[in-house]
T-cell receptor
Framework: GAVVSQHPSWVICKSGTSVKIECRSL??????MFWYRQFPKQSLMLMAT?????????EQGVEKDKFLINHASLTLSTLTVTSAHPEDSSFYIC??????????????FGPGTRLTVL | AQSVTQLGSHVSVSEGALVLLRCNYS??????LFWYVQYPNQGLQLLLK??????LVKGINGFEAEFKKSETSFHLTKPSAHMSDAAEYFC???????????FGTGTKLQVIP
């Protein structure tokens, strides 16, 4: 079954509005979640690392004031795209890092959220 | 620093033929290597991973990959392609320990009936 869920799966909004995307870890507590963005026909690009109870770590070139990340609990991280513009239209995917029995970690990905800004 | 190079953005094979998707990596520390599959408008599904130990890794759906340190490669193979294998495949590398994953640019696999 699914390990990570995202809501909504798709959203259409008007330019200038804000959109919140939720990422939930269903099977285990996640101290670390990651947010990626994927433009059409391109690979995934890491936007930020979300740490429970502390500020997110953003990758170079990602505006932290535009992409607000809140990791308020061990099972929920949210990404808010503020004042969205058409160039923010993309596929946003979160992932959860899980430390397995052998001490190795694997990232499990959510199903993604398709954002279209008109 | 780490990076991944996937050779061939598009690969076409006939149904029943061998699938070979190439991946080379660069990492300053012992790498964790992954292959993910993505179907249209969906998230990524883990096919297989290499962390330590056996260099030949078997994954789901009949896929396997071999870690070759001397060649810095982690090519993905499947002996016989099925129509349902048509998707985009991403090779990825990380240094483990909750560190970020760096993805390759992806290879779109087409399976011809």
């Amino acid at each position: 079954g699914a390990v990570v869920s995202q809501h909504p799966s798709w959203v259409i909004c008007k330019s200038g509005t804000s959109v919140k995307i939720e990422c939930r870890s269903l099977d285990f507590q996640a101290t670390t979640m990651f947010w990626y963005r994927q433009f059409p026909k391109q690979s995934l690009m890491l936007m930020a690392t979300s740490n429970e109870g502390s500020k997110a770590t953003y990758e170079q070139g990602v505006e932290k004031d535009k992409f607000l990340i809140n990791h308020a609990s061990l099972t929920l991280s949210t990404l808010t795209v503020t004042s969205a513009h058409p160039e923010d239209s993309s596929f946003y995917i979160c992932s959860v890092s899980f430390l397995g029995a052998q001490g190795t970690d694997t990232q499990y990905f959510g199903p993604g959220t398709r954002l279209t800004v008109l | 620093a780490q990076s991944v190079t996937q050779l061939g953005s598009h690969v076409s094979v006939s149904e029943g033929a061998l699938v070979l998707l190439r991946c080379n990596y660069s990492s300053s520390v012992p790498p964790y290597l992954f292959w993910y599959v993505q179907y249209p408008n969906q998230g990524l599904q883990l096919l297989l991973k290499y962390t330590t130990g056996a260099t030949l890794v078997k994954g789901i759906n009949g896929f396997e990959a071999e870690f070759k340190k001397s060649e810095t490669s982690f090519h993905l193979t499947k002996p016989s392609a099925h129509m349902s294998d048509a998707a985009e495949y991403f090779c990825a590398v990380s240094s483990g320990g909750y560190q970020k994953v760096t993805f390759g640019t992806g290879t779109k696999l087409q399976v011809i009936p």
